[in-house]
């Protein structure tokens, strides 16, 4: 009876600081307007917020002139003369261009020198959406520490606030401020704010190279950091972009912090004020100003040293270390894992055998495991698509633990079958091998990841030598020991689970990673288990797997699209002007009662050539609309040079109907250089998703005079322009009654727009 009991006290002790650590701390308490002049409020920060993202306000509409002379009579009111710089930004990685401005302020420092940090936020939003997390929380944030900032000394080094425009349409403000404005050659660091949601902790999610001294730094200013090296490693190899990219472009180094909680609202309606988290505002704002204070104050020219380990832990404690201690850290796991092999050789007649077929099987139910969650969503899915009220999924808590627990009912059903053939000492050993080769190509290629394996390893190697897998009863000092020994297991992997939830959702993506983590933090967690896995029997397969049904069924019947929760989607009415012809064309993947009326109950589904990029991995609902006489863009050819081989072309390209962004492309000519407004657009092979024989970009914002457009190309004949305008909102149609979106609706990224499509041959 008292090995049962201290068997199910380590259990319930897991348990308890898995809960503990899955709930998480949340963010900061948001200090009110009252809070002393030196310190971030985000009460005082949220005021702002409520000025000026009331509205989607991208760049090119009428609201964006609002927000950027809102936000210019603020910054005056603080005492500091802001600087506006008007220029065309060119992003050659996104085959973008556009006409910003920017919005920069220099707070100067004592020492004389030119040499400033840069503190970066940009006030754009997408069509869709207010944009009050993002990016106008971290907008909030900057001028809220440019309060607090000017309530005290100056600091050693100049600040520079650069509030950048058109972010959302491809980095063009940040790209304009590298190329153009002269206070960029001043900047030695880089804080930038950004959000992918309305909640959650303001995270350190990259860094520049050499980030040691940069995460040191951090480590020390931040009242409450937090951060993992693993996403920074994660995100190298991610194709997203923040404005923080053009400035590592630029030879800053820099820290890149995000929200990323209740991704449900990005880009959407539900980015306003009213839904935004003030702790993730709190959180976000004390990072800038104790930033800015720190490097403020710092020597700007030596930041260059070696990458850094980091991870948060309960307490908001911030663990980092020199990626030297890297090999060190595997080499020592690797010979305490050997040591331990030896042990249980002695101790338990453990073979060599067994331990090799523990950790084949170990790999083998990972592979299950990821399998298993991928079968779930899509069976989730499918259901929602065919029986089931349509719902959002992503974020579907439930579903995510309902996954969880039939994952949970897997092991311990697996378990109740290995421990008859392979004895515990020897699976769990296969385990730790499978986790010290884990750890090793970690170390390798995934440095920032290597701590998610190494320690949990070298803590479950010691209660495997110490405490765990004794024959006869488990004293309580040994479950103590094992209480204590779990925690690296606990305290890394749960968060892992969450945070892989938090940014990947219940999807095709998501759910075979949590499978995958979950049967990691298993493995990990074996040699404390063993013990009550013993004892229960079935009993835990059994409560898993009711939990999991129960879950399910309540997910089931509460999912639903709902005024909470709208059903996103993007609505377009697109008219070719070359052939009279129009076409309504939705994102939804199932029809419902208001897309119905636009597209009919046999719509066609396929990609829409020209209005929408070949690389956007949508296929539209299509139906054939009504076509109106809308103003088609226009090309007019300014002059027209050629050789034997090549062709000049300068065009300018207006808008008549003052649409908020065009595309420019040319059809089967193979285009040597391009020019808009005297800006080089960059070499065609540097473009992120170039198609052969095809070139083209878009622009934002274009002046009423049109754009200035000087491309030659490798060509003697003919060539085809082709020329789309995209305005935001749908147009009237003359006798239509086609409904305004219902409550459980809402326009998502680029909203509902209007395109229109001319095609020219010169």
């Keep these: 009876m008292e090995n049962r009991s201290t068997a199910w006290l380590v259990l319930l002790f897991v348990l308890a600081v898995a809960g503990v650590c899955a709930l998480g701390e949340g963010t900061p308490d948001p200090l009110t307007t009252s809070a002393p002049e030196d310190l971030f409020s985000a009460d005082r920060a949220l005021a702002y917020v409520k000025a000026f993202a009331t509205a989607p306000h991208p760049i090119g509409s009428a609201e964006h002139d609002r927000v950027r002379d809102y936000l210019l009579s603020q910054i005056t009111a ?85 509030i950048t425009d058109g972010e959302e349409d491809g980095l063009l403000g940040a790209s304009a401020f590298a190329a153009e404005n002269p206070a960029a050659k001043d900047v030695r660091v880089v804080v930038n704010l950004e959000a992918r949601g309305n909640s959650g902790q303001s995270q350190l999610f990259e860094t520049s190279a050499g980030n040691g001294r940069l995460v040191e730094l951090f480590a020390e200013a931040a009242p409450h950091p937090s951060g993992s090296s693993l996403t920074y490693d994660v995100y190298k190899h991610m194709p997203n972009d923040t404005d923080m990219t053009v400035f590592k472009q630029a030879g800053s180094a820099g820290l890149n912090f995000a929200f990323i909680g209740g991704w449900e609202a990005y880009h959407t309606p539900l980015d306003n004020p009213q839904l935004l988290d003030r702790g993730s505002l709190q959180q976000h704002g004390e990072n800038a100003l104790s930033l800015a204070r720190r490097f403020g104050s710092a020597d700007l020219r030596q930041f260059e040293d070696r990458d850094s380990v980091y991870f948060s832990l309960p307490g908001y404690l911030f663990a980092h270390y020199r990626n030297r201690w890297l090999w060190p850290l595997a080499l020592l796991s690797g010979v305490l894992l050997l040591g331990v092999i030896s042990y249980a050789n002695g101790a338990w007649q453990t073979r060599l055998l067994p331990i090799l077929a523990g950790s084949l099987i170990h790999t083998a139910v990972l592979l299950v495991l990821s399998l298993l969650g991928l079968g779930f969503v899509r069976g989730v899915d499918w259901l929602h698509a065919h029986n089931f009220a349509e719902g959002g999924l992503n974020q579907n808590i439930l579903y995510v633990l309902g996954l969880f627990a039939v994952l949970a009912a897997t092991l311990t059903t697996l378990y109740t079958w290995i421990r008859k053939r392979i004895a515990p000492p020897a699976f769990f050993l296969g385990g730790a091998l499978s986790l010290f080769v884990l750890a090793v190509v970690a170390t390798r290629w995934l440095p920032g990841g290597s701590y998610v394996f190494v320690w949990p390893l070298l803590a479950g190697l010691l209660a495997t030598a110490i405490a765990a897998f004794r024959p006869g009863r488990l004293s309580l000092l040994s479950a103590l020991i094992l209480c204590a020994l779990s925690l690296p297991a606990l305290l890394l992997l749960v968060p892992l689970l969450k945070g892989l939830y938090i940014a990947l959702g219940f999807n095709s993506v998501g759910a075979p990673l949590l499978g995958v983590a979950f049967g990691l933090l298993f493995a990990m967690l074996f040699p404390f288990l063993d013990p009550a896995l013993d004892s229960s029997g079935k009993l835990l397969a059994v409560l898993t797997l009711t939990a999991a049904l129960i879950l399910s069924i309540v997910a089931a019947k509460t999912t639903r699209y709902s005024p909470d929760h709208p059903k996103p989607s993007m609505l377009s009415y697109a008219l070719d ?186």
Excluded: C
Excluded at 81 to 93: C, M, S, Y
Excluded at 98 to 115: F, H, P, Q, T, W
């Design 78 to 162: 603080l005492g500091v003369a802001p600087e506006l710089q008007r220029a065309t930004g060119v992003t050659p990685r996104y085959q973008v261009a556009g006409s910003v401005e920017n919005i920069v302020v220099r707070l100067k420092g004592s020492s004389g020198m030119a040499d400033a940090v840069a503190l970066v936020a940009h006030y754009d939003s997408v069509p869709a959406g207010p944009g009050a997390a993002d990016d106008g929380a971290g907008v909030a944030a900057l001028l809220e520490t440019l309060r607090a900032l000017r309530a005290g000394p100056p600091l050693r080094n100049d600040i520079l606030f650069v």
């Design 577 to 762: 002007a070359d052939t009279g012809k129009a076409v309504w064309a939705s994102s939804t993947n199932r029809i419902d009662s208001w897309t119905v009326e636009y597209v009919g109950t046999t719509p066609s589904r396929s990609k829409l050539p020209d209005f929408v990029p070949d690389w956007y991995p949508i296929a539209f609902l299509q139906h054939e609309a009504p076509a109106i006489p809308l103003a088609p863009p226009q090309a007019e050819l300014l002059e027209n040079s050629s050789d034997e081989a090549t062709r000049t072309l300068h065009l300018r390209i207006t808008t008549p109907r003052h649409a908020r962004t065009l595309h420019v492309g040319l059809l089967h000519a193979e285009v040597l250089s391009a020019t808009v407004n005297s800006r080089d657009l960059g070499k065609p092979s540097e473009a992120r998703w170039r198609l052969p024989g095809h070139w083209g970009f878009d622009y934002a914002s274009p002046p009423v005079e049109g754009i200035d457009l000087l491309v030659r190309i490798q060509a003697s004949g003919p060539v085809t322009l082709v020329v789309v305008d995209r305005s935001s909102g749908l147009p009237t149609i003359p006798g239509g009654n086609f409904p305004p979106r219902p409550a459980d609706s809402m326009p998502i990224h680029s909203g509902d727009q209007t395109m229109v499509r001319r095609s020219f041959v010169f």
